[in-house]
């Protein structure tokens, strides 16, 4: 039998040779790590466990909450309290920042996170997941306020996602590859299963809700249509289709075998443009990709460079494949 890894040791062996890991933000990394084990447990329950349904009330975005979405921030929320590894979180089920209580001590970390991602799956038995964000407080920052949390995705000093699936794995990266783990049930324990995973350049598959067809604007529209055409067409390849309508799931996906994940602004809202949250969605995930060697734009400029305005802003998002995000992108500038 091979020798199994497990997150901690994978930790330290990456402390060692990068030097990028120190004891609070493995701590931190863990204490997520914990906290997906048990919304992976509470989610495997489904109805047995009465969590399925909606809790009738909304979050900050205006949308109606699932039960688990709120059980899901709990865990991450208590889990992530006491270590003295944080300054402060945020996430997507909560309108302003939330601070440590004054009974723990404080750290320097910031930890912002989508608690439960694709909740539209949840009832239905589709594969969910965690999506995380780690910064660091500016230095001598005091009482953390919104403001510190606006940072660059560039800033990140790890992200991570959990996929609730037919085996729930952990993949996260530090800045030095994307590294995947896999939940091994009985043990609890998240072992080393994939090691730098990278993204092959080209694909001949694509993630997007066409639905929102009608809506779309010209240079989205031009480059499905090119999908769409095939062998016959400019891009001179058949394409297929996949959307699971969990990021997560179709992020993870990409990580697999490749592909182009898009969520565009539209027309509907210009305000709102499209419709994932640059700050524990499409940072993370463009942080991951582009460590796998992908691309992660919002058809103008990279994901990680954008100056965040808000906490819960939301940013067009094009990621994967490196050629094609380039060619959409390129769509886009002309
Ligand atoms: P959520 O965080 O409220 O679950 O919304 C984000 C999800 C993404 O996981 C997914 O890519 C997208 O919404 C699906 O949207 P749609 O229902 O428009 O296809
Ligand atoms: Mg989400």
Request: negative net charge; proline residues 5%.
């Given at each position: ?23 609070e ?21 489904g ?32 889990a992530?309290?006491?270590g ?95 590294h995947?783990?896999?939940?091994d049930?009985?043990m ?48 001179g ?27 565009p ?11 994932l ?40 998002v ?17």
């Amino acid at each position: 039998m091979t020798k199994r890894i497990s997150l901690t040791q994978h930790l330290i062996e990456q402390q060692r040779l990068h030097n990028k890991i120190p004891s609070e933000l493995r701590l931190l990394i863990e204490v997520v790590g914990r906290a997906c084990k048990s919304i992976s447990h509470a989610v495997g329950k489904g109805a047995l466990g009465e969590v399925l349904g909606s809790a009738e009330s909304e979050n900050v975005q205006g949308e109606v909450q699932k039960k688990l979405d709120i059980i899901s921030n709990e865990i991450l929320l208590e889990a992530n309290e006491w270590g003295g590894h944080l300054a402060a979180m945020a996430s997507e089920e909560m309108e302003t920042i939330h601070l440590i209580p004054n009974r723990y001590p404080m750290g320097e970390y910031m930890l912002l996170f989508d608690p439960l991602d694709g909740s539209s799956n949840i009832d239905v038995n589709v594969s969910i997941g965690t999506i995380f964000s780690v910064l660091k407080a500016p230095e001598g920052m005091g009482t953390p306020t919104e403001q510190a949390f606006l940072q660059p995705g560039a800033k990140q000093v790890a992200a991570g996602y959990a996929v609730y699936g037919p085996q729930t794995v952990l993949v996260l990266t530090t800045g030095d590859g994307v590294h995947c783990f896999t939940l091994d049930r009985e043990m609890g324990a998240w072992v080393l299963t994939q090691k730098n995973i990278q993204i092959p350049a080209d694909t001949k598959e694509f993630a997007i809700n066409v639905s929102n067809s009608r809506h779309w604007y010209p240079p989205v529209s031009r480059y499905v249509t090119e999908l769409l055409a095939g062998k016959e067409g400019p891009l001179g390849k058949d394409f297929n289709m996949r959307w699971v309508a969990s990021m997560v799931a179709d992020v993870h996906r990409i990580l697999t075998r490749g592909g182009i994940f898009m969520y565009p602004a539209d027309a509907r809202e210009p305000e709102k443009p499209g419709k994932l949250r640059l700050m524990y969605e499409a940072n993370p995930m463009a942080f991951i990709v582009e460590q796998a060697g992908g691309a992660a734009t919002n058809g103008q400029q990279r994901i990680m460079d954008i100056q965040p305005e808000k906490l819960h802003q939301r940013v067009p998002v094009f990621l994967g494949s490196k050629n094609e995000v380039e060619r959409v992108t390129a769509y886009h500038q002309q």
